[in-house]
T-cell receptor, first 115, second 109 residues
Framework: GAGVSQSPSNKVTEKGKDVELRCDPI?????LYWYRQRLGQGLEFLIY????????KSGLPSDRFSAERTGESVSTLTIQRTQQEDSAVYLC?????????????FGPGTRLTVT | QKEVEQDPGPLSVPEGAIVSLNCTYSNSAFQYFMWYRQYSRKGPELLMY????GNKEDGRFTAQVDKSSKYISLFIRDSQPSDSATYLC?????????FGKGTSLLVTP
């Protein structure tokens, strides 16, 4: 079946611009996650959705970052007033449920470059 | 101290060698352990999933968890050039994965 998809695959933007990154999870997966992978760093957790609600936003690095999920499906991660330190690969994952132990499946990521 | 520590390598081995990849973790309460494989410019792919201690085998891959020493291992037998990738260990204390930084593996023909 179809896996997690993300768009765009690459995004180059100027410092100060806003960007939107999209994630389509595996059909039927109720839990959705966003992670960030900066060069030379491990994956960092950003936010978790169970259905359309986000019980944990603790990983969002600043108030310039926000995310929403609609219809228990598509999610959008928005970064306002982008900074160079926002350059990273943004990865989305989904799992059947959000309980501990649920296997998470990742999309290919969006590579964001802020110039 | 990071919750999961992993030597970034790089690790280079000849084709056919046995590869041993390792991680340590800090919280003895962790119960779920994963290994992901990530090819260049791709998302991580779930390779192995282990609950609590013990071994799990899948083809040429064996995952091992030693909770007494808080040590996670992945063994690859008969390594192939197609195994060249970054291998990420992770724990799952709740719903958010804690990842090591990943070990870069190169298998040379």
């Amino acid at each position: 079946g179809a896996g997690v998809s993300q768009s765009p695959s690459n995004k180059v933007t100027e410092k100060g611009k806003d960007v939107e990154l999209r994630c389509d999870p595996i059909s039927g997966h109720t839990a959705l996650y966003w992670y960030r992978q900066r060069l030379g760093q491990g994956l960092e957790f950003l936010i978790y959705f169970q259905g359309n609600s986000a019980p944990d936003k603790s990983g969002l690095p600043s108030d310039r970052f926000s995310a929403e999920r609609t219809g228990e499906s598509v999610s959008t991660l928005t970064i306002q007033r982008t900074q160079q330190e926002d350059s990273a690969v943004y990865l989305c994952a989904s799992s059947l449920e959000g309980a501990s132990g649920s296997e998470q499946y990742f999309g290919p990521g969006t590579r964001l470059t802020v110039t | 101290q990071k919750e999961v520590e992993q030597d970034p390598g790089p690790l280079s081995v000849p084709e056919g060698a046995i590869v041993s990849l390792n991680c340590t973790y800090s919280n003895s309460a962790f119960q779920y352990f994963m290994w992901y494989r990530q090819y260049s410019r791709k998302g991580p792919e779930l390779l192995m999933y282990t609950y609590s201690s013990g071994n799990k085998e899948d083809g040429r891959f064996t995952a091992q968890v030693d909770k007494s020493s808080k040590y996670i291992s992945l063994f690859i037998r008969d390594s192939q050039p197609s195994d060249s990738a970054t291998y990420l260990c992770a724990t799952l204390p709740g719903y958010a994965l804690n990842f090591g930084k990943g070990t870069s593996l190169l298998v040379t023909p």
